[in-house]
Nanobody
């Protein structure tokens, strides 16, 4: 079992920045690929970013490329999502997830956090 707890969400103006954190406990953190997903009201949960076990490989949704950066610190059992140049359309609940594969598909992740709200005002 892996427990995931997100933090760092909040209210920010368009053009601003936030850094989300996801702290993991339980099974060895470094054995999992880690993903970030988001869900806006009335929409399905969608892929944002993923990072491999070692941190050497990353992938991003086209909508966030060049603005968001995913990273991880295996010594601290934490994955981060640095979000810059935020837009109102980035408003959503953001979830981190742990899984065996580096994938954009939410159904292939085994463990999920409870989410953190990000609201971007125009």
């Amino acid at each position: 079992q892996v427990q995931l707890v997100e933090s760092g969400g909040g209210l920010v103006q368009a053009g601003g920045s936030l850094r989300l954190s996801c702290a993991a406990s339980g099974r060895p953190f470094s054995t999992y690929a880690m993903g970030w997903f988001r869900q806006a009201p009335g929409k399905e949960r969608g892929f944002v970013a993923v990072i491999s076990r070692s941190g050497g490989n990353t992938d991003y949704a086209n909508s966030v490329k060049g603005r968001f950066t995913i990273s991880r610190d295996n010594a601290k059992n934490t994955v981060y999502l640095q979000m810059n140049s935020l837009k109102p359309e980035d408003t959503a609940v953001y979830y981190c997830a742990a899984g065996a594969l580096v994938t954009t598909r939410p159904g292939l992740y085994q463990y999920w956090g409870q989410g953190t709200q990000v609201t971007v005002s125009s």
